[in-house]
DNA sequence: CATATGACGACAA
DNA sequence: ATTGTCGCCATAT
């Protein structure tokens, strides 16, 4: 009997499975400082996802109950708060960046301020 | 398979 | 500073 390739191990996530996207970008979230800040590109390209800022917000829907991502210290690129200004989810972030020291001006972060700038030891988590 | 949709981003007026 | 267009790509329908 001809075998066919084992498809189903999960431990070797195919590193470009969505769910390995996902954990790449999770862990890059989880190593932004506190009080720094870093755009939806920049998170993606932490995490080896060229044009990957569609993927890193849609990942932020998608983390695991339990586990404590940073999502509020992810703007746009232009630093400001993507969700809609009359959802309790910007307001939520607001709070959450206002409480670590972040400056939040109508909505909108400085992102020369405040961007997050990794040195290589904060990048060691790609593969 | 065809379209539509976004917690996006770069760029041109 | 604002607005519109287009590119992107995983999901949803």
């Known amino acids: 009997m001809p075998r066919l390739p084992d498809t189903s ?26 009080g720094s800040v870093a755009s939806y590109g920049q998170v993606a390209e932490l995490a080896g996802i060229a044009r990957g800022a569609r993927q890193v917000a849609r990942s932020l829907r998608h983390v695991p109950d339990g586990r ?6 992810v703007l746009r690129a232009d630093g400001r708060i993507a969700m809609a200004k ?3 989810g ?35 988590l790609r593969f």
Not at 9 to 34: F, G, K, L, Q
Not at 68 to 73: A, C, E, Q, T
Not at 100 to 123: C, F, K, L, Q, T
């Open 9 to 34: 191990d999960v431990s070797r996530p195919d590193p470009s499975s969505t769910a390995a996207r996902y954990e790449r970008i999770w862990r890059v979230i989880e190593a932004i400082p506190v």
């Open 68 to 73: 404590s991502v940073p999502w509020f210290r």
């Open 86 to 88: 009359s959802t309790a």
């Open 90 to 124: 910007y307001r939520r972030q607001r709070t959450h960046l206002l409480s670590e020291g972040v400056v939040v001006n109508d909505g909108r972060v400085s992102m020369r301020v405040y961007r997050w700038a990794p040195r290589s030891d904060e990048i060691l």
